[in-house]
């Protein structure tokens, strides 16, 4: 196992039965300096490793992937050391097969929901792009029209994560995409239903902050939102329904701080 020991190399150190991603500060025939990623410098003796508490690192998480189902080391400190790469590069939407991983920025990100960005999903099949919530809307959009059924869309995560604003980011490709349908002018489309639905996020943003017996903060409020869609493919009315999640055989497993949306199509 020398030869993953040279100086620079990343590596995987099992630290108090936790998987570390860390570099190689230096080496030699008697002992190895292990920095991790969390600042730590970690000193171990030649006749302490062993695959179980040192190995190295795979290249597909040395980088970063665009869909972690393509990792090739599939355990937690590896998916999330792969979303920490790309959330310290602003990309915050990663996939997992078909579904989408988004980490809330906590801060503006220049582009990234503009018109321009709209356009460009709209244009392109899941997929061919980097993650991103569009490519989810405009893959339910398009398979209305291709598989004939209704879609839906899950948003769970924990308190804060940014489900009601990745809500209203769908609200609003969904938008576009049926005026563009429509093939109205851009003086009139302001009167269309579609803008009563987008602009309905206060209301959104008020069942989040609702009070129930079971907690303060609303934390098991979920929100059950339908669109109808003409054969045209215009939004042609929708609803927005709210329930609360109680504890039963069914949601046992939701952590106690987190709400779902679900988002149909039809």
Known sequence: METF????ARVWLMHKEQLLPSTVSS?????????TDYGKAIYLQTAELNRETLYP?????IHGVEDMSTLAELH??????????RYSKDDIYTNIGSIL????????IAGLYDADAVDLYSKHQMGEL????????NECYRCLWKRHDSQCVLISGESGAGKTESTKLLLKFLSVMSQNSAGAPLTERTTRVEQALVQSSPIMEAFGNAKTVYNNNSSRFGK???LHFSQN???????????ILRRTESFDKIPERETTIFFILC
Do not use: R, W
């Open 224 to 226: 059950f939102i339908q």
């Open 27 to 35: 080496s030699d025939h008697s002992s190895l300096v292990l920095t």
């Open 5 to 8: 020991f040279c100086e620079g």
């Open 101 to 108: 991983a988004a980490v809330n920025p906590y801060k503006p």
């Open 233 to 243: 493919g215009n939004i042609q009315g929708g609803c927005i329904i709210d329930c």
């Open 57 to 61: 690192m795979h290249p597909s998480s």
């Open 76 to 85: 937690e400190a590896a998916i999330m050391h792969n979303l920490f790469l």
């Open 130 to 137: 980097p993650p991103h919530i569009f490519a989810v809307a």
